[in-house]
């Protein structure tokens, strides 16, 4: 993968889980809800395995999504890294607003 095509992907996972981070926060007023909800949504994108399979087949599921992840190139450990920061930096955001007083509905 060329190096700007990394440099564009990780911008948009930054800035597209900042924004939905954000207005999550801001409308169900939980600083850190999209930092809890992340992990869940990588899983979705990395593995193959249904999600009820995770409680089913337990061991399975979990070894498959462990060889997945081991399996990830650079680039797209850095991307999907890219989006948590965005998810993070959004929860820091929003408590720094509410510190300073702003009320978001």
Known sequence: MPI????IS???FFVLFFGIGFLLNMLLRMSWIM???YPLIT???V??????????NSKSAFSQLGEKVSSLATAD???LSSGLAGAIVA???IKMLRKNGY???
């Open 4 to 7: 700007w095509v990394v440099i």
């Open 10 to 12: 990780m911008l948009l």
């Open 35 to 37: 930092t809890i909800i």
């Open 43 to 45: 899983v979705f994108i």
């Open 47 to 56: 593995d193959k395995v249904r999600f009820i399979e995770y409680f089913t």
């Open 77 to 79: 450990l850095l991307i």
């Open 91 to 93: 929860g820091m955001v």
């Open 103 to 105: 009320q978001m509905f």
